[in-house]
């Protein structure tokens, strides 16, 4: 059985626009997934990026484009300059990882808190926030208060594994035969990879 390791950030725009699309392709090739969220400031920081707000103007004014333009393929709304972007990506982060570990569908939950994000103008940060998207995705409010270290360490952990993976962005899925794919826009070349076609 196949199983995909995916690195993302909760307040990544392309990780929202990644959609429940890795789910599909996962499901499609009875795959498994290991949900890792992590800082991605923290991964800029280690792997010679440039967090968005610190870019040169034109690079600026092209993610904005590319995003408007991407969001709109996939026929998903979205606020290019959301209310409370950046924020802090803990809360969430460690909601999810609760969440893994309690089970359901992880999937659905990190894209509701994207597009909290990145769609609803929400504070993800926010306790109430956090409380909210675990509740209307179907998990237990309380995960929000539950091992709280433990998602501390497991956070600081995907960092760590995400370096020595190879991984410098967000969203990324690496398989376990080690092939890596960057970007919301490399799902289906996973899918294809996942078949035996790439």
Known sequence: MPHIDYYFATLSPYTYMAGTRLEEVVAKHGATITYKPLDIMALFARTGGTPPPQRHPNRQEWRLQEMRRTAKKLELPINLKPAYWPVNPAPSSYAIIAAQAAGGDVGALVHAFTRACWAEDRDIAEDSVVRDVLEKSGFDPALADKGLLAGAEQYGRNLED?????????????????????????????????????
Do not use: C, M, N
């Open 162 to 198: 995400a370096v020595l993976a190879g991984v410098f962005g967000a969203p990324t899925y690496i398989t376990d035969g080690d092939e890596r794919f960057w970007g919301q826009d490399k799902i289906d070349d996973l899918d294809l990879h996942l078949s035996g076609k790439l």
